[in-house]
């Protein structure tokens, strides 16, 4: 069973079947690590790509390479949830007019959970660094992929053109690949992956965000390019928005070595108990996942999809090496 309380919904949303983890010093004290092991580095292969970003306060409530790591301030660091993940779609349009509070939004989310690893989607590189920079300030220490996919100065009227995903760390990341899919849909679209350390175990871990609506064929086309890199490790997590309900023809391959975090969802399950997560028509629908491989040595026995100010929800899982 999942270990849950229910959370109040913003906009007037349905109660019923929505499902938070308690987060907090009371409950963060049998998951916290030492910010040694949070820093440590993990095994792996291949170059890394990285800054180093910083997380919460514990008593508040084309494939491309780089060989570049930035090493942690030597300063009290407060110390994520060392076996927490997360996907946050930021909803990028939020930022018109309000980039500054639209930085601090992410940033207080992102302090509020303190995921070990993060995975963030509409975002720019630009804007990614400044929310490093804002959580430093308040101690959080992270690290950051970023994964730009295309050059859009709309999209990121002060901040730079490169838009796309981004994987955040509080452990190093290394082997960083940033892909675009062969197909983009509507626009381009694509994955960024790492290794890192999640509950003490390296895993191989991939951010991305899949075409919208009305683009089946598409997300069927990026969904083979993502699994295709993603089946060679055995302890992958994929983390994104999919745009895609799970019950979609398009998602079954993905269910074939994959389950979601949340065990109410599946191919044939995709109402309550199964938890929506984004705002969508006809009604709220789950888009937005943490997939974990079938085989793998993950298992989830609690997780959190919590409401913010974004068309998304943010969605956690606690992760146990099994």
């Not at 938070?20 to 963060?28: N, P, Q, T, W």
Request: aromatic fraction near 8%; hydrophobic fraction near 35%; glycine fraction near 8%.
């Amino acid at each position: 069973m999942n270990a849950s309380v229910r959370t109040n919904r913003k906009r007037g949303r349905n109660l019923k079947g929505w499902r938070a983890c308690v987060v907090g010093a009371a409950g963060a004290t049998t998951m916290l690590v030492s910010t040694a092991c949070a820093a440590s580095e993990p095994e792996g292969t291949g170059s890394a790509h990285s800054d180093r970003m910083n997380a919460a306060d514990p008593a508040k409530p084309g494939s491309t390479e780089d060989a570049s790591v930035v090493e942690p301030v030597a300063k009290a660091a407060v110390v994520a949830f060392s076996n927490r993940v997360a996907n946050f779609n930021v909803h990028n349009p939020s930022r018109v007019g309000h980039y500054d509070r639209h930085l601090t939004r992410i940033v207080n989310e992102i302090a509020r959970y303190r995921p070990q690893v993060i995975a963030l989607e509409e975002i720019c590189v630009q804007e990614t660094k400044n929310i490093v920079k804002k959580l430093e300030k308040k101690g959080y220490h992270y690290y950051v992929a970023h994964g730009s996919v295309q050059t859009d100065s709309w999209a990121c009227l002060g901040a730079g053109s490169a838009y796309g995903n981004a994987i955040l760390s509080a452990a190093p990341l290394t082997g960083i690949v940033n892909k675009r899919y062969s197909e983009g849909g509507s626009e381009e679209r694509g994955y960024v992956s790492a290794h890192t350390t999640v509950a003490g175990k390296k895993a191989r871990v991939f951010a991305t965000h899949l075409a919208q609506s009305g683009q089946r064929d598409a997300r069927k086309k990026q969904i083979s390019e993502l699994l295709s890199a993603a089946k060679k490790y055995r302890n992958a997590i994929v983390l994104g928005d999919f745009n895609a309900d799970p019950a979609y023809s398009e998602m079954k391959p993905m269910w074939n070595q994959f389950r979601d975090a949340d065990p109410s969802c599946g191919p044939t399950r995709n109402r309550p108990p199964c938890q929506a997560t984004a705002d969508a028509s006809p009604y709220r629908k789950k888009f937005d996942y943490i997939f974990l491989r079938k085989n793998g040595r993950y298992s989830a026995p609690s997780l959190g999809v919590h409401p913010t100010y974004s068309d998304h929800d943010l969605v956690h899982a606690d992760l146990r090496v099994r």
